[in-house]
Every structure is written in C-alpha cells, then in structure tokens.
C-alpha cells in the first residue's frame, strides 16, 4: 500500500480579515507593538486581503511598490501608508500613552 502524505496549508491571515473591523483590529494590534517590519509586514497582509491589484488602482501605486514597501524588509513612506489606509477605509488616530 502506498504511503500517503498529508499536507498542510500555510496559515494566511489576510483570508480572514473580511470586515473593516477586522482590518482596523488587526493593523491597531500592530501598530501597538512598535516594531516598524511587523507593522509593514500586517499593512502587506491586509492589503492581500484587500487585494493588491484594486490597491493599485485606488492608490495610484504599482503593485511592486506596494509589495515592496510592506514586506517584512519594506520602509513605506509616510505618503504610502496613508494612501493605503485611506483605500482600506482605516482611520489612524493618536492617543496618549499611559506614563509608567
């Protein structure tokens, strides 16, 4: 009898980020950890969420450069990050941090 071989799927989160709320949580979690590659390597994630062709259009960015700028080594500009948060339909805003 031959052996068989089980695969495994890749866990992808940009498959289960199907809402606004969900898109808004998960780039609010990264964005409270400070670490600048995750948080590009999350803004990527929704982006594939999304779609990066219709982020494109809606940005006026390639798909290279949105590729580029949120990979885990990416440094998305201030003019980039806005645009792609703009077209996610997410608010950033500013809060005080507790002092400790």
Do not use: C, W
């Amino acid at each position: 009898m031959p052996k068989t071989i089980e695969k495994f799927h890749t866990f992808d989160a940009a498959y289960y980020l199907d809402s606004p709320e969900a898109l808004a949580e998960f780039v609010s979690d990264a964005l409270e950890t400070g670490d600048v590659a995750y948080i590009a390597h999350a803004l990527g994630v929704v982006a594939r969420a999304k779609g990066m062709a219709q982020m494109a259009r809606e940005t006026g960015l390639s798909r290279e450069q949105l590729y580029r700028s949120f990979s885990e080594t990416g440094n998305p500009t201030l003019k980039t990050l806005l645009a792609v948060t703009r077209s996610l339909g997410i608010d950033m805003a500013a809060k005080p941090r507790p002092v400790h």
